[in-house]
């Protein structure tokens, strides 16, 4: 009987792995690679030494006034001497610590609902306490804290609340419009659609001035709502209709097989939503869902127009001082380097959690 030996394979060429490989396979592949690689490289090195003398080498860190910014580059005293405003608006001053509390125990909410060790149970309550707490510590007026009125909430402390809850509240009823859509009612369908189709046919800064400045005539007379929270409605409302639509695209990729199978084992309507359907559904609206969430935090900017305070509205509040004029470009930068570090920590959250999520390629 013949006995086979396999032979140890023999190792690639250096040329073929490691950086090399990498370089040659990706941008020197072609010759169409080999002249967009020459191009991406100029265009770099026309752009990139510029900012960096703008951004750090030319700028400059040390002072307390314009004074002493008469360099060539950025004038970052300027974001260091209006940094309390760009956080926390006008907010007292003696009353700071309550808005860093508020957005710490934000962030151990985040970080206890990431965690998969976390318990179910933590998740939710931790939740759920959340506002409460928020609305305690910042509003103020109960256990001795000094009431503290929404008109002097204002900067990144602003936009976090207001980006929060449009997240958070619009889910749910985006859900419930979602399934009225696909609802075999005619009332409840045709409802659905027509919220949906009404509200993504007009513009946010139009849903915001609505919730301004029509909403209060509704009220009894002598009833009012605070301006933030007439922003929130608006925005809440506003989001809801494009996760009802990211949902419904969500609900017609499952197969019509999952649904007979929730059938089969006796499950009633909101069973089968809850334990069969909406976990697939979002699954795959997920992509959509946080694109939405993420242009929702950038047109919390338009709360301007109604009289609030954002991080962007206080960058043109204090360009506007007399002792910092023209000093708008550090402070445009500065808060974009924020947006766009929220925005891709909640992209790079989705894509975690698509994989995570990911079943289809499972052993």
Known sequence: MAVYQLKTAKEPPSLERGAIAWVRHHLLSSTFNILFTA????ILYIIVPPLLNWFILDADFVGSKKADCGG???CWVFIREKLKM???GFYPESEVWRANLTMALAAITIALAVIERTPKKVKIASILILPIV??????GGYF????????AWGGLL???VIAAVGIVLSFPIGVLFALGRQSKLPIIKTLSVFYIELIRGVPLITVLFMASVVLPLFFPEGMDFDKLVRALIGITLFQAAYVAENIRGGLQAIHSGQYEAADSLGLGYWSKMRLVILPQAIKVAIPNLVGSFISLFKDTSLVMIIGLFDILSMVKLTANDRDWLGMST???VFVAIIYWVFNYAMSKYSKNLEKKLNTDNRD
């Not at 191009?39 to 100029?42: E, F, K, R």
């Not at 928020?134 to 509003?139: A, C, K, P, V």
Request: no cysteine; aromatic share 14%.
């Open 39 to 42: 191009l991406s490289i100029y």
């Open 72 to 74: 060539d580059g950025a």
């Open 86 to 88: 760009f956080i926390y």
């Open 134 to 139: 928020t609305i305690i510590l910042l509003s």
């Open 144 to 151: 001795g804290l000094p009431h503290v009125e929404t008109s």
């Open 158 to 160: 602003l936009t976090l």
């Open 330 to 332: 550090e402070g445009f």
